[in-house]
């Protein structure tokens, strides 16, 4: 298994820009996330998802768009892209949302934008 | 409000010596406490995990502590190796989709 897979590992964004980060995974989870870490910040959760076609807002949703078509895929959109967005975004997995349930994380996307 | 603080922000120790990580958090109500691994350039990945009722947990070299009362946790290192330089993140969570993310401790194990 590949675990939780993360495209691009890194990108640069003028702003105003737009993007997709791609994030893919193959446990057949059920739930999947997207967080943000920050230089010195504990992970936000931007959105999350319980199956496909069901997402959920998290901490920091504004400038975030999501989506779930299948049970393997769970796309972050960026729209408009802002210097406040730069930061390294993770996606991660798990089969319930319980809290004692182990979330499984991608290698994460560095996203800077100028 | 809910807070995870960690110490220290950064430590550097020797090869083959011990260490303890310190967390102390304020989340109400309180369902488990979890620590992470994190390598630079990688995700997290998840070491221990304990609920409320449990005081200690290990694995392999790393043993966590909880006491609920006082609201503290720590994650000790044994005889520590080249490989346990990362970042060190206490999460605890509030129940369901609830987790709550310190800023990690950043351990630098020098030869």
């Known amino acids: 298994n590949a675990g939780v897979t993360q495209t691009p590992k890194f990108r640069i964004l003028k702003i105003g820009q737009s993007m997709t980060l791609q994030c893919a995974q193959d446990?057949?989870?059920?739930?999947m996330y997207w967080y943000r870490q920050d230089p010195g910040m504990g992970l936000k959760l931007i959105y999350y998802?319980?199956?496909?076609?069901?997402?959920d807002k998290g901490e920091v949703p504004n400038g975030y768009n999501v989506s779930r078509s299948t049970t393997e895929d769970f796309p972050l959109r960026l729209e408009l892209a802002a210097p406040s967005q730069t930061s390294v975004y993770f996606c991660?997995?798990?089969?319930?949302?319980?809290?004692?349930?182990?979330?499984?994380f991608g290698p994460g996307t560095r996203l800077t934008v100028l | 409000k809910n807070q995870v603080e960690q110490s220290p922000q950064s430590l550097i120790i020797l090869e083959g010596k011990n260490c303890t990580l310190q967390?102390?958090?304020?989340?109400?109500?309180?369902?488990?406490l979890r620590w992470y691994k994190q390598d630079t350039g990688r995700g997290p990945v998840s070491l221990t995990i304990m609920t409320f009722s449990e005081n200690t947990k290990s694995n392999g070299r790393y043993t966590a502590t909880l006491d609920a009362d006082t609201k503290q946790s720590s994650l000790h290192i044994t005889a520590s190796q080249l490989s346990d330089s990362a970042s060190y993140i206490c999460?605890?969570?509030?129940?369901?989709?609830?987790?709550?993310f310190g800023a990690g401790t950043r351990l630098a194990v020098h030869p």
């Open positions: 991660a997995s798990s089969v319930t949302g319980e809290s004692t349930d182990t979330q499984y």
């Open positions: 967390c102390n958090y304020t989340v109400s109500p309180f369902s488990n």
């Open positions: 446990m057949n989870h059920n739930y």
């Open positions: 998802s319980v199956g496909a076609g069901i997402t």
């Open positions: 999460v605890t969570s509030r129940g369901y989709n609830k987790l709550i």
